[in-house]
């Protein structure tokens, strides 16, 4: 029963209680070992901030239930559109991160940010009704814009804020800004 005890206390400690997914914390911890994988040659690796849009008008009015449901769904969207390789986190509310590793160049960064935008554009059912959403996603990538995760992240989190700023529902590299 200890053992089950430590194991539950790590899982609360590293991953998002309602997604599953992996929370900010354990992000940071993954890090490192994600940057070994880019550190290959001609390899790069892609920091994806992830806010989805029109969450807070679908849920207000349909209740915390089906705005719990639909944020398990878009985990899941999330998880099956990348790699084990990958790091998926929920980093907030409705916010979510992807590291996305082993990446040949900035074409493979706009294809996966194209899947994961699709992705959180499909419509999304709970109890019978049909919820609609997007998502702006911010992209940074390493080395190009910075080596540590502190400045990747800031770096794709204003990207994304172009995105919401210029009519929400796509993607921005840090670079094209």
């Known amino acids: 029963r200890l053992l089950d005890a430590e194991h539950h206390a790590l899982d609360l400690a590293y991953h998002d209680p309602l997604t599953g997914l992996n929370n900010q914390r354990y992000m940071t911890t993954l890090f490192d070992q994600a940057l070994l994988l880019a550190m290959r040659p001609h390899q790069v690796l892609a920091v994806i901030y992830i806010d989805l849009d029109n969450f807070k008008p679908n849920n207000d009015p349909a209740g915390h239930f089906v705005g719990d449901e639909v944020l398990k769904a878009i985990a899941q969207r999330l998880r099956e559109s990348t790699r084990s390789t990958d790091i998926c986190a929920r980093v907030g509310g409705d916010e979510f991160v992807i590291i996305v590793t082993q990446l040949e160049n900035e074409e493979d960064v ?33 080395p190009l814009h910075s080596t540590d995760l502190g400045s990747l992240l800031k770096m794709a989190d204003k990207a994304m804020y172009e995105i919401k700023k210029n009519g929400k529902s796509g993607y921005q590299i840090y670079s094209e800004l």
């Open 110 to 142: 706009r294809l996966i940010a194209e899947k994961i935008l699709r992705q959180c554009r499909t419509s999304i059912s709970v109890d019978q009704k049909t919820y609609q959403l997007g998502a702006s996603l911010g992209v940074s990538i390493y």
